[in-house]
C-alpha cells in the first residue's frame, strides 16, 4: 500500500525557517517526481515545487523560488522542503504528493499524504 | 501565468446529474484532471488524462477536455459525493489548480 506521510509543520515566527519531511512506503521513491502541494486555511489547492526522481531537476512556483529548497534521499524514501524567510502567506498545510506516472513530468497527482500544518506568525 | 477558472459554487438534488467546468487558455490542448476534496481531507484524483477514472472511482464521474473548456460531470450523484472539486492541468514548468467548485447536494 502506498503511503506519503508528512512532518515537520508547526508555528514559526515570520522569517524563520522550517524542514517539512515526507516518508514514503509501498512503493519506490526513485522511480516518480514528487510534488508539494499546498492549501491555505479555506482557500484552494495550490501548487508549491516538484523534485527529479533523481534530484537532478527541481520547479518552483514563483512565490517560493529564492527561499523554499526541495531535496530528497531515495535511499531513505524520503522528501524534504526546506522553508527559510517564511511570511505570514505562507501558512498553509503543506502536502506531499506522488506524481502519477514514473519518470514522467506533468502529469498529476495519485497519492497524497494527510498534509502537516504550518502557521507563520509572530 | 496560468489560470484554470472554475465556478466557485454548484447545487444539485440526489440521483441528478451535476457539470463542473474548469476553463482555461487552449486548455483542451493540454491534460486535464479532476480531484474531490472532503472537509479535513487530503484531495483525492477522480479523473486523470481528460476522461480516465483511477481504479476505485464509481462511473457515475466522468470527464471531457475540448477548446478551452474541461468538464467533470457527475452522474446519478450521491451524498457521498458533496465536496470541493479542483480540475488541474500542467503549463511552463508549472502545475495549475482551478479555483475549486463547492457541490452541494441537497
Redesign the interface.
Known amino acids: 500500500e502506498v503511503q506519503l506521510v508528512e512532518s515537520g509543520g508547526g508555528l514559526v515566527q515570520p522569517g524563520g525557517s522550517l524542514r517539512l519531511s515526507c516518508a514514503a512506503s509501498g512503493f519506490s521513491l526513485s522511480s516518480h517526481w514528487m510534488?508539494w502541494?499546498r492549501q491555505a486555511p479555506g482557500k484552494?489547492?495550490?501548487?508549491v515545487a516538484?523534485i527529479k526522481q533523481d534530484g537532478s531537476e527541481r520547479?518552483y512556483?514563483?512565490s517560493v523560488k529564492g527561499r523554499f529548497t526541495l531535496s530528497r534521499d531515495n535511499a531513505k524514501n524520503s522528501l524534504y522542503m526546506q522553508m527559510d524567510g517564511l511570511r505570514a502567506e505562507d501558512t498553509a498545510v503543506y502536502?506531499c504528493a506522488r506524481e502519477?506516472v514514473p519518470m514522467i513530468?506533468?502529469?498529476?497527482?495519485?497519492y497524497?499524504?494527510?498534509?502537516t500544518p504550518v502557521t507563520v506568525s509572530s | 501565468s496560468y489560470v484554470l477558472t472554475q465556478p466557485p459554487s454548484v447545487s444539485v438534488s440526489p440521483g441528478q446529474t451535476v457539470s463542473i467546468t474548469c476553463s482555461g487558455n487552449r486548455l483542451g490542448h493540454k491534460y486535464a484532471c479532476w480531484y474531490q476534496q472532503k472537509p479535513g481531507q487530503s484531495p483525492v484524483l477522480v479523473i486523470y488524462e481528460d476522461t480516465k477514472r483511477p481504479s476505485g472511482i464509481p462511473e457515475r464521474f466522468s470527464g471531457s477536455n475540448s477548446g478551452n473548456t474541461a468538464t467533470l460531470t457527475i452522474s446519478g450523484t450521491q451524498a457521498m459525493d458533496e465536496a470541493d472539486y479542483y480540475c488541474q492541468a500542467w503549463d511552463s514548468s508549472n502545475y495549475v489548480f482551478g479555483t475549486g467548485t463547492k457541490v452541494t447536494v441537497l
Open positions: 510534488s502541494v484552494g489547492l495550490e501548487w516538484n520547479n512556483v514563483d502536502y502519477r513530468l506533468g502529469t498529476d497527482f495519485d497524497w499524504g494527510q498534509g
